[in-house]
C-alpha cells in the first residue's frame, strides 16, 4: 500500500519556475515506477512524465520535454517535477502516481489528491 500526497503547486508566472513534491508513505516506494499526469478543467487526465524504480530512466509527454524534469529520491519517499518555463496551457491540477513504468494512467494503481497549478500570462 502507498498513500501519496502532493505539494507545491500554486500561482506562477509564465516564464517562471515552480517544483511539485509528492511524498510517498510505506516502504514499497523504491518498488514503484512513479508518474505525474495531469488535467485540465474540462479536458481528460493526461501524462506529464514517468521515472523508474531506481531513477535511471525517465520518459516525458512532448509537450513538456526540455521544459519539465522528473526526479525522485528513494531516500526520502519523494518524487519531484521540476516546472521551467511554464506555459498557460500548463494550468491543471497535477497528480503523482505509483505503479509500473508507462504513459498510461491504467498502469499506476496508487494517486494522490493532486496539487493546482495555474500559469499566469
Known amino acids: 500500500q502507498v498513500q501519496l500526497v502532493e505539494s507545491g503547486g500554486g500561482l506562477v508566472q509564465a516564464g517562471g519556475s515552480l517544483r511539485l513534491s509528492c511524498a510517498a508513505s510505506g516502504r514499497t516506494f523504491s518498488n514503484n515506477a512513479m508518474g505525474w499526469f495531469r488535467q485540465a478543467p474540462g479536458k481528460e487526465r493526461e501524462f506529464v512524465a514517468t521515472?523508474?524504480?531506481?531513477?535511471?530512466?525517465?520518459y516525458y509527454a512532448d509537450s513538456v520535454k526540455g521544459r519539465f524534469t522528473i526526479s525522485r529520491d528513494n531516500a526520502k519517499n519523494t518524487v519531484y517535477l521540476q516546472m521551467n518555463s511554464p506555459k498557460p496551457e500548463d494550468t491543471a491540477l497535477y497528480y503523482c502516481?505509483?505503479?509500473?513504468?508507462?504513459?498510461?494512467?491504467?498502469?499506476?494503481?496508487?494517486w494522490g489528491q493532486g496539487t493546482q497549478v495555474t500559469v499566469s500570462s
Open positions: 521515472i523508474t524504480r531506481d531513477g535511471g530512466a525517465t
Open positions: 502516481a505509483a505503479g509500473t513504468y508507462s504513459v498510461r494512467a491504467s498502469d499506476y494503481g496508487y
